[in-house]
C-alpha cells in the first residue's frame, strides 16, 4: 500500500482466499455455487494441459486430438457420456461430444465461433435459450 503519508508491504497475502464468497462465478446461480463449496456436487474442469476431477484433484496431461472420455454413467445402462478433443483452431481449444437421452449433442469451434450439432444435424442455438429435442417418443429435452 503507498500513500503519500505510509508505505506498507504485505508479502504471502492470499487476497482472493478471503473474497471467496464476494468474487463468484456469474454464470452458476448461488444455490449451485454454494453446492460445489460446500461439496455437496462435484465439478469436472477440462483443459487441454490439465484435468480437475470431481473429488477436486488436479492432474496435468495433454488432451490429444481424438476424442477422450471425460465423464460417464458407469451403471449397466448408461445414461450420459461426455468426450473432448484438442482442437488445432484459433477460437476455442476444445471440441464436446455429448451422448445423453439417446442423443448426440457436438460442439465444435469454428472461425465465428461454436457449431452445434443435434443428433447429427448442425442446429442454431440462441443465446440464453435452452435448445429442445424430443425423442422418438416425443418426450422433450431440453440442453
Do not use: W
Not at 454464470?27 to 477436486?56: E, H, W, Y
Not at 469454428?110 to 418426450?139: C, F, H, I, T
Amino acid at each position: 500500500v503507498h500513500t503519500d503519508l505510509m508505505h506498507s508491504h504485505y508479502e504471502n497475502v492470499d487476497v482472493l482466499k478471503n473474497l471467496g464468497m464476494a468474487l463468484r462465478n456469474a454464470r452458476l446461480p448461488m444455490s449451485q455455487m454454494f453446492a460445489i463449496k460446500a461439496g455437496f456436487v462435484g465439478i469436472c474442469d477440462v483443459a487441454p494441459k490439465a484435468v480437475v476431477t470431481f473429488d477436486n484433484v488436479t492432474m496435468s496431461t495433454d488432451l490429444p486430438t481424438c476424442y477422450t472420455l471425460i465423464s460417464a454413467d458407469c451403471s449397466p445402462t448408461p445414461r450420459y457420456a461426455v468426450f473432448a478433443k484438442k482442437t488445432t483452431g484459433p477460437s476455442l481449444p476444445l471440441a464436446v461430444k455429448i451422448y445423453a437421452g439417446g442423443h448426440t449433442l457436438e460442439l465444435n469451434p469454428v472461425s465465428s465461433g461454436v457449431e452445434v450439432k443435434a443428433n447429427e444435424k448442425v442446429v442454431k442455438v440462441d443465446n440464453n435459450k435452452p435448445y429442445v429435442l424430443s425423442d422418438k417418443d416425443n418426450v422433450i429435452q431440453y440442453i
